[in-house]
């Protein structure tokens, strides 16, 4: 078990531009969640994969961000148009298809859009 | 929508003192499930304890227990002989078992110091 993985850990990007980030889950865990955290606050739910299924997104979730997870393994996360209000830490998070079963969660990709 | 509340952005402790954090909740549920995750400094969330609605008995994890109260929609975080290691973000989380969707709701976290 070698964790929730996520690449890159940091990202600087210019206004407007697109960016992708991945996230490796633990091999096991058929379920994986996308969230967003920025400075004090709590993590926000973004998206949530059952296999490579998309089964919920937040309305935080605009039409410039897109998610995948197209093998139902490795997920990604694309914003496209980049505005500095996206600036925040994204975190992926993975668990098993069962309830109350625990979010496992990875070191975070921070991205800061100058 | 549920939501939780974390009304004490920080706190302070000694090493080896007991500690509270305190933690409430909104929901219209009868099922569901709470949670405590830590987040140290620039490391990622990790569960420190969580709870079943439907039980009565609080959760107990070594030094850390919970003070679940249902009626009054409060779970409260009790960490015990407090070391240095436990300086970190504390994070109060909801998850709703009805309709399929399990994701986490967050309180905005509070940070814990344990001072030598």
């Known amino acids: 078990d070698t964790g929730v993985s996520q690449d890159p850990r940091h990202k600087i990007t210019k206004r407007g531009q697109n960016v992708t980030f991945r996230c490796d889950p633990i091999s096991e865990h058929n379920r994986l969640y996308w969230y967003r955290q920025t400075l004090g606050q709590g993590p926000e739910f973004l998206t949530y994969f059952q296999n490579e299924a998309q089964l919920e997104k937040s309305r935080l979730l605009s039409d410039r961000f897109s998610a995948e997870r197209p093998k139902g393994s490795f997920s990604t996360l694309e914003i496209q148009r980049t505005e500095q209000g996206d600036s925040a830490m994204y975190l992926c998070a993975s668990s098993q298809a069962a309830n109350n079963s625990p979010l496992h969660f990875g070191n975070g990709t921070r991205l800061t859009v100058t | 929508a549920q939501t939780v509340t974390q009304s004490q952005p920080e706190m302070s402790v000694q090493e080896a003192e007991t500690v509270t954090l305190s933690c409430t909740y909104d929901?219209?549920?009868?099922?569901?499930?709470l949670f405590w995750y830590k987040q140290p400094p620039s490391r990622q969330m990790i569960l420190v304890i969580r709870?079943?609605?439907?039980?009565?008995q609080n959760a107990t994890e070594n030094r850390f227990s919970v003070n679940f109260q249902k009626a009054a929609k409060s779970f409260s975080l009790k960490i015990s002989d407090s070391q240095l290691g436990d300086t970190a973000m504390y994070f109060c989380?909801?998850?709703?078992?009805?309709?399929?969707?399990?994701?986490?709701?967050f309180g905005k976290g509070m940070k814990l110091t344990v001072n030598p």
């Open positions: 929901t219209s549920e009868n099922n569901y499930y």
């Open positions: 989380a909801f998850m709703n078992t009805q309709g399929g969707s399990e994701k986490l709701v």
């Open positions: 709870q079943e609605a439907y039980k009565q």
